[in-house]
């Protein structure tokens, strides 16, 4: 995931500042933050300050200033404890930008209350607020909302219901067909593609934005 952000932010003109990567296996995710910031450079500078005078110094850690976002490429599990690593080091001026990974797909305010703020792109099946009567029967019946498997139910649906529009997706360039799992439309070689939605997490829930 990294890696393809990479490439296709420099195509789009963007730079790269920094590449840091946390480990998962000794739970440090600390230490990762401190040096995509620019803390521990900080602090070894005040630590030589104090021992070149001599004498106990009172600092504030300088975050960096010539970065203006934060792409951040985790599953749940790790962006719980990485973003409240961001709010200690008072980095909250930093938008933290992610994908649908970041999102587990079940609303969990308890245990995504962590993650909020944080931006990502979703399909419209996990971020419309808009009622659905097939989503609310599904859900009824099936329990999907409490599904890991839930944005499958979408990809189904989209599947059935993209078929009679197969043929005007094919000759029409800029067509398009409002799906549960994107804006979707058809390449020139036939490939469906899709555009995502924006969702930003506030109190632990999944909130749509504006576009």
Do not use: C
């Not at 975050?63 to 490429?73: E, G, H, P, S, T």
């Not at 404890?81 to 933290?96: E, M, W």
């Not at 808009?130 to 909302?145: C, F, G, H, Q, S």
């Not at 498997?149 to 989209?158: E, N, P, S, T, V």
């Amino acid at each position: 995931m990294a890696a393809a952000f990479k490439h296709a932010w420099q195509e789009t003109g963007g730079h790269v500042l920094e590449e840091i990567h946390f480990p998962i296996n000794n739970g440090d995710f600390a230490n990762p933050v401190k040096r995509l910031l620019n803390i521990d450079s900080s602090e070894r500078r005040a630590k030589k300050l104090q021992q070149i005078i001599n004498r106990r110094i009172q600092r504030e850690a300088r975050l960096r200033q010539d970065a203006d976002m934060i792409f951040l490429a985790a599953p749940p599990l790790y962006a719980r404890q990485l973003l409240p690593q961001f709010r200690f080091h008072k980095a909250d001026s930093l938008p933290v930008y992610s994908t649908s990974h970041i999102f587990s797909g079940i609303v969990n305010p308890e245990i995504d209350a962590d993650m909020d703020g944080i931006r990502f792109t979703d399909i419209p099946w996990v971020l419309s607020e808009d009622t659905d009567v097939l989503k609310d029967k599904i859900n009824r019946n099936w329990r999907a909302e409490k599904s890991p498997y839930r944005r499958l139910y979408a990809l189904g649906i989209d599947s059935f219901n993209l078929i009679p529009h197969l043929s005007r997706l094919a000759l029409e360039p800029a067509a398009t067909y409002a799906g549960q799992t994107g804006i979707l439309s058809m390449t020139d070689d036939g490939l469906i593609q899709r555009r995502l939605l924006w969702g930003r997490i506030k109190a632990g829930r999944p909130h749509l934005l504006a576009d």
